[in-house]
């Protein structure tokens, strides 16, 4: 099992024929996803790596009506309009990679894919990947670097950050802690799918046995998910590390969402809230994976 991708999954990439779409569609389907069609306007009847491209999501569908992921690979004042025509063929996961939509965009993609029941990621986005099953996205590089990078295993990895996600995963890695979903949620201040949305699927994930996180500062992202341990709506062991915690007020921290305001978002604030829920809290991303280890054995009494 996984969340979100698997060896199953059918995918489709809108924008397919552009640039840096061309490129990730071929490492895509060279680390063995399912990319079964591709979409851009006009281009109807093209194919790229071998893969058929169409000039419409519904026509897409109409081929291949068991597509349920699209990784979105286009200008960001484009991205709305692709990511609500994909919800609207009943693509049930949407990865947006684009960077800084506009915020009223953002907003309506959220509000359309909750609609829908759909789970949009990004943007600001470079994707998700269960390892040794499928990638969606930018993550990983390569498909043979994605293959050294993420091990199949126990641990979900969510974070804000796309390096940080894969950074988080590789030392889990090197702890002997494979991966069951790493996920990049998006850098921006507004995004389709935040900790909250995505635990409760780890939660009833079988494969998974906890979530390892990368937190920073601004927002209430991980305030969110401390309330949501706290109700017991998520019971597996989160390990977090949170970055930032020297960062001056009104400095932004990479991020478009990650930004300390009003005395608000801060690392102090995000950890007493963390420890006060039962989660626990690295000081060095390095030790993550050891403290995963340590959470799971003691939840199944080793």
Sequence with gaps: MAILVDQNTEVLVQGITGREATIRAGVMKGYGTKVVCGVTPGRGGMEVSGIPVYNTVEEAKENHPNVSVT??????????DAAIEA??????????????????DMLE????????????????????????????????????????????????????????TTTTSFYLTLAGV??????AIGGDAFVGSTFVDLLPLFERDEQT???????E??????????????EGKFTKPFVIYLAGKYTRPDTRFGHAGAIISRG????????????????YIVDHLGDIGEVVKRAVAAREGR
Excluded at 73 to 79: C, G, L, P, Y
Excluded at 91 to 96: A, D, E, G, L, P
Excluded at 138 to 161: D, H, N, P, Q, W
Excluded at 209 to 215: M, R, T
Aim: charged share 25%.
């Design 71 to 80: 990784a979105v690979f286009v200008a960001a004042r484009f991205a709305k």
């Design 109 to 164: 993609i959220i509000e359309k894919a909750r609609a829908m029941k759909a789970t949009a990621l990004g943007p600001n986005c470079i994707g998700v990947v269960s390892p040794g099953k499928a990638i969606v996205g930018m993550i990983g590089g390569t498909a043979e670097l994605a293959k050294t990078i993420f091990k199949e295993g126990y641990c979900g990895v969510l974070s804000r950050s796309g390096g940080h």
């Design 217 to 230: 500062i601004g927002t209430t992202i991980e305030e969110d998910a401390a309330r949501l341990i706290k």
């Design 209 to 215: 046995k906890a979530v390892a996180a990368f937190g």
């Design 264 to 279: 608000r978002g801060t690392v102090e604030e995000k950890e007493k809230v963390l420890r006060e829920a039962g989660a």
């Design 87 to 104: 919800l609207d063929a009943g693509i049930k996961v949407v990865v947006m990679i684009p960077e800084r939509l506009p915020h009223q």
């Design 178 to 183: 494979g991966q069951s979903t790493s996920i």
